[in-house]
């Protein structure tokens, strides 16, 4: 157990709609990060936070938002969900404030298909 | 800037013998280089680190990784292999200036045939 829950855990939408992914930490960790994994490309970063209050783009945030409202909880919202965003979301947590020697923990995925 | 590659898409090795997943880097400055696995629809766990130190690091479930700086690898090696290794394995590295998240590589699939 990472120590992270994301929920849902499957979803299915329709070109268009929008949605938000919660991911939730009970480490109280300061960083937390969302992940794409597509396959034969790994994981590529969509937005991570630093801290509480603060939020930075990664490799692909277009048409992605996010939410870091408290130090638990950091949010990914597709606002308007296209089928180039089908996909396996992973959110994780990492120790310290996202140096780059900190391990980081994942959660256990988010699949989402749009059609 | 950073980078890693993993050269192989897919590793077969017979049970009982050594395997190695091959990993190379390239960053501008110090790297921290990480494995992890990935059993199917699971999400990733931490094997071992390389951040400063021996060039050999332990990780878990007998992994062992080395960290070499001339040839900017750090390929993941495990004496005998066990058909529960099959699995997808992931290099990442990391810089502790500029973007500090984890970058990845394409993944390897091992497997491991009894």
């Known amino acids: 157990n990472a120590g992270v829950t994301q929920t849902p855990k499957f979803q299915v939408l329709k070109t268009g709609q929008s949605m938000t992914l919660q991911c939730a930490q009970d480490?109280?960790?300061?960083?937390m990060y969302w992940y794409r994994q597509d396959p034969g490309m790994g994981l590529r970063l969509i937005y991570y936070?630093?801290?509480?209050?603060?939020?930075d783009k990664g490799e692909v945030p277009n048409g992605y938002n996010v939410s870091r409202l408290n130090k638990r909880e950091f949010s990914l919202r597709l606002e308007s969900a296209a089928p180039s965003q089908t996909s396996v979301y992973f959110c994780?947590?990492?120790?310290?404030?996202?140096?780059?020697?900190?391990?980081?923990?994942f959660g256990e995925g988010s699949w989402l298909t749009v059609v | 800037a950073q980078s890693v590659a993993q050269p192989e898409d897919q590793v077969n090795v017979a049970e009982g013998n050594p395997l190695t997943v091959k990993c190379t880097y390239s960053v501008s400055g110090n790297p921290y280089l990480f494995w992890y696995v990935q059993y199917p629809n699971r999400g990733l766990q931490f094997l071992l680190k390389y951040i400063t130190g021996d060039n050999l690091v332990k990780g878990s479930y007998g992994f062992e990784a080395e960290f070499n700086k001339s040839q900017t690898s750090f390929h993941l090696k495990k004496p005998s292999a066990l058909v529960s290794d099959s699995a997808l394995y992931f290099c990442a590295g990391s810089m502790d200036t500029g973007r500090r998240a984890l970058t990845f590589g394409s993944g390897t699939r091992l497997q491991v045939q009894p």
């Open positions: 936070s630093a801290s509480e209050g603060t939020t």
């Open positions: 480490m109280n960790h300061n960083s």
């Open positions: 994780a947590r990492g120790t310290g404030t996202g140096e780059g020697r900190n391990t980081i923990y």
